[in-house]
């Protein structure tokens, strides 16, 4: 017992300093999906990399930069790194053995010394709701930088996925707890509980593939050798869903998807999909409850936009407002106008 | 990828306000053991507590007052919270139908309004190493105000336990990761996992029986009724194990037992023990880890002292330290004097 103010217990934050980030790229290491993916296009591009200048933006413990160096033969790797990691990362390509190979820039990308001529920008800049944290600005910075025809991003090309979604198990198992304890009843504090439940986006959520009520339809494709960052200030995506299955809505889902385009003509694109169809990556699926569950019948139609924009002050947080209206199948066509279902989501302010 | 300084990405802390508090009050209502304790204690002495006045310090959702109305038939229950939660219990309780007989209070013990004279205290003020955030100055405080010889506290004592472990299993868990990934040597980033692992104690730990050295010694006495917050504020704790298996010593882990007295001469004492033979509670058990592992031997003994102050500034903060020598048996005689090993932790701070 005993609870100090609204911070957890040991404000690990605080205490972990450089140790914080280190958890979260142990995270991001051991998600092999995701590092398999940029290991797959490295290897099956392995021959096109010979002889290349590679910038690794944001390269963490330095693995995307290692992994070239391991399994292609590039003329050199710069690995660019703000945080202060990049002095284990240094030790790492030492001993590793590519010290010769690889330059550990501890710096932000925008500021990094480098005199050589890039070919290929590689980085993994995705986040909740594939924009959150805004890192793509850096890439695209540097793209701009060292733009030329043949310069080469991976991953080459995102998508963001949206889907109309029932969650009632979530929902169950999040309130449910309140009903009843040793025969008394707190459901006095189920209202606390649903407050916080729809308050927010829940970032952290697995997707069942039956909770889905249509197919899942990318909202937003972001070319990389094209998109300009100020096209991101504000992002209308339309969507059209028609349900296949009658069920609650409680909301909607996001997750995205990258590509990574080949270098030659008889190469596969590699794809990295964090969909609920696929593996489980450490970005998982991003929930988004409606502050009312909607009733909807198969061959309804879920008609509406998702507007994404940047938060003006705390420039790496975003906005999420849907906005849309259930028009009802041929059963019921009797409602002429559907009224509108409007909610802001904040990411995370 | 990404990461913003060394903050979790979603600073649950500063979003969730008033649901931070409740998610840990999820946890402490989740905890059937500690939550059974108090229930037992309530029910087996229903009919002492018949027309008594109660007084819950730190009553958090309102369970232990509730488990008091409903189990037996106390006069009135002061149920008194500082958090902004308590309007959530004061409508638990009406939802309950005990409005006319639980009052909560809103405020910090030490200022609420009691006008009634009190025969029991009863409060959860237990946390990690026994008495961190010092809640127990709020119980002892009240206990003070309402002195009488009938007054009884609930729990009415406590013991903090030591051990000597070891902790191999633990410690290779949060290490060998950073040996190898994708063929890859990744051994500069253990330095600083382990100067995170070493540099605190880890408060979550779930310590294997099999890991003791010895058997657990209770180090600290603590009786509610005598206990003054003064002497609190520097405990030297003696100890000298005797150890049973030869193996690597990592450290030490602590956990706790409260008791609850009977109110007649013909009940048990109820026990509420976290230890490692007990059904594990959400306080676990702590694990104190040496910056160096010990090698010792069946019959080698281990003696010194852990003393445990408060932190002069933070209050409910406290720092453990241990200096102890390993005094070798009968096989090894001829060290007459081993040098003692010393070490400091800040709990947090
Ligand atoms: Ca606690
Ligand atoms: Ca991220």
Redesign the pocket.
């Known amino acids: 017992?005993?609870?100090i103010s609204t911070q957890p217990?040991w404000q690990d934050e605080e205490y972990f300093g450089n140790y914080g980030n280190l958890k979260l790229h142990l995270e991001m290491l051991s998600d092999k999906p995701r590092t398999e993916a940029y290991m797959n296009a490295i290897v099956k591009n392995a021959d096109k990399l010979r002889d290349k200048v590679i910038l690794d933006v944001g390269c963490g413990t330095g693995i995307l930069s290692m992994l070239c160096v391991k399994h292609a033969r590039p003329k050199h790797v710069y690995a660019v790194e703000a945080s202060d990691i990049a002095e284990y990362t240094q030790k790492a390509v030492e001993k590793n053995g590519m010290a010769s190979k690889i330059t550990v820039l501890n710096d932000f990308a925008e500021n990094a010394k480098i005199e050589d001529d890039v070919d290929l920008i590689i980085s993994e800049w995705m986040g909740t709701m594939l924009l959150f944290e805004m890192m793509i600005e850096s890439v695209l910075s540097m793209r701009d930088r060292f733009m030329k025809p043949e310069l080469t991003i991976w991953p080459s090309s995102a998508s963001l996925y949206l889907v109309p979604c029932t969650a009632q198990v979530h929902f169950n198992r999040k309130l449910e707890f309140w009903d009843c304890q040793y025969g008394l009843d707190f459901s006095s504090f189920k209202t606390l509980a649903k407050e916080d439940l729809l308050s927010k986006p829940y970032h952290d959520y697995e997707l069942p593939c039956g909770d889905c009520l249509a197919k899942g339809q990318s909202v937003l494709q972001l070319d990389m050798k094209t998109l300009t960052i100020q096209s991101l200030e504000n992002i209308v995506c339309q969507f059209e869903f028609v349900i296949d299955q009658g069920d609650t809505m409680h909301g909607f889902c996001t997750w995205f998807e990258v590509e990574f385009c080949p270098l030659s003509e008889d190469m596969d694109t590699v794809i990295l999909n964090t969909g609920p169809d696929n593996q489980l990556t450490h970005w998982k699926q991003n929930l988004f409850l409606l502050d009312s569950p909607v009733r909807v019948n198969a061959g309804d139609v879920i008609s509406g936009t998702l507007t994404i924009s940047r938060n003006p002050e705390y420039r790496r947080h975003l906005r999420a407002f849907f906005d849309f209206k259930v028009i009802p199948g041929l059963q019921e066509s009797k409602i002429v106008d559907p009224s509108s279902v409007q909610k802001m989501f904040y990411v995370w302010r």
Chains 1, 2 share one sequence.
């Open positions: 017992a005993g609870v217990e």
